[in-house]
Structure formats: C-alpha cells, structure tokens
C-alpha cells in the first residue's frame, strides 16, 4: 500500500483554512446530482465542513466521513453534533483500502485529496469499488501551475515554486487538477463529467483571509519544516515569502485566482 506523505500537514492554521470550507463553494458541480436518501462517502474529509453540508442535502441519508487524521475526525464530529448533522458518522481510514464492501456508496466524493497521493488512479480505483452501479465518484482538485495573481510579487514566485518542489518530493502532483481526466480513464471509468470552477480572492477581506492563512502556513505548517528539512529555504526567505503574501494582500487591484478540476465519473 503507498505510504503517502500530506505536503499540508494539520497545523491549526492548515484546518481552520480548510474549515470555512462549503458544499457550495467545494462541491457545487455535485450539488445538482443529490437528492435526499442518498449514501454518501467524504473520503478525506478533514474537519468535516463539507461533509456536514453534504449530510444536509442527502437527510435522511446517510453520510460517512472518512479521514487517515483521528485529530481533525475530533473537530468533525464536534462541528456535526453542534449543527444536529444526527445523520453524519466520521471514521478513520485509508482510501487504498476502503473498510466497505463493494455497491455501498450512492456518491464517493472526494475534495482536495488526490493531489496529496502518490497514486491516485489506485484510489479512484478503490472508490468506484465501493460506488454501486449508476452512481458517481466525485473529485475536485486544484491547479496549482493553473493559478495566477497581480500585482506580480516575486515572493508568491518562490512560494509556488517552493511548494511544487515539496509536493513532488512527497511524491504527490501539485497540478492534479488538470489530470483528473486521465487518472479517471486509468482507473476503468468511462462516462465522464469534466467541468472547472475557481475560488477568487480579489476584495479586501478576502485578500486579507488568503495571505493570514498562507503567512502563517509557511512559518508554522508542514510547508515550513519540509522546506527547512529539504534545504528548500531558510527560515529567513520563509520570512520573507510570508511578508509577501501581506504585501499583496494590501494592494487595492490585488487578484488571485485559484483554480481547480472537477469530474463527475459515473459507475
């Protein structure tokens, strides 16, 4: 079994980003294809933002949330009990070796998850084991080389460069989501839903959000000691990536696109 290594790590500052997460926002070329009593599958659900979302939309049905970390499965199950989400359950596990039978799943989503993996074609391959017939696996991944940003702050350079060399030393692919095509047709899919949506960070406050979440991931987060270990950067050109961010972020046009790859497979 591949033994993974997630570039991101699960520094507060890494969670609570991925916390504000949404359905709306992370899943809404799925949104359409749900409609209460079905089951569904959050593989690599985090701190359980979207899985909550997802439960809310398929009620009665049931939804299960599935994470290798017990620690963001605490924060999971906190936020399910405090929304009344009585029809969530959150367990710890490994896509390349789902604990289910096979024909479980209505909906296998899966958000943010295959760039992290050394082989994602083996995990979609797991996933539709688990998907009964007609129903869907669900990935959106992001793009990494696919993002762009003005004004052209030469920090935020070495930042995307920074992190394409952690992530391709951990044997993972930053750019995953213009790949999911490919990894799909591999992994025995054939009907295929491509589409592309992008979170935009060009007002104030939005601004503001990006570059506190990115400043503090690249001192504190996983980014940082893989960058130190790896001889990548020194803590002073962390520094100084993270006062970039801050620098961007206090332009007036300042813009930063972010987008990702979508795919709807059907079983």
Not at 135 to 157: F, I, K, N, Q
């Amino acid at each position: 079994m591949p033994q993974d290594t997630y570039s991101h790590g699960h520094h507060r500052s890494v969670v609570s980003a991925h916390a504000t997460r949404t359905a709306a926002d992370s899943a809404g070329y799925l949104i359409p294809h749900l409609r209460p009593g079905l089951r569904i599958l959050d593989v690599g659900c985090g701190p359980g933002s979207i899985t909550v979302d997802l439960a809310a939309l398929v009620a009665p049905g049931q939804v299960t949330g599935l994470d290798r970390s017990e620690d963001v499965l605490v924060q999971a199950r906190t936020l399910a009990a405090e929304r009344g989400a009585t029809n969530t359950e959150f367990v710890s596990g490994n896509v390349y070796d789902l604990d289910f039978p096979d024909d479980t799943f209505d909906v296998v989503h899966a958000h943010q998850v295959l760039q992290h993996l050394t082989d994602p074609v083996a995990a979609l391959h797991e996933m539709r084991r688990v998907t009964r017939p007609g129903g869907v696996v669900a990935v959106r991944d992001a793009d990494y080389h696919g993002m762009s940003w003005y004004p052209e702050v030469p920090e935020l350079t070495d930042w995307m460069e920074i992190y394409q060399q952690i992530a391709r030393g951990n044997r993972a692919e930053p750019d995953a989501g213009r790949r999911l095509i490919s990894w799909a047709l591999d992994a025995g899919f054939s009907e295929l839903v491509p589409s592309s949506t992008s979170w935009v960070y060009a007002t104030g406050d939005r601004r503001k959000w990006l570059a506190g979440a990115w400043s503090q991931r690249i001192l504190h987060s996983a980014f940082a000691e893989q960058a130190l270990e790896r001889g990548l950067a020194s803590q002073e050109e962390l520094e100084r990536m993270a006062e970039g961010w801050k620098r961007w972020a206090e332009a007036p046009g300042g813009w930063f696109l972010m987008p990702s790859g979508e795919l709807l497979a059907r079983v």
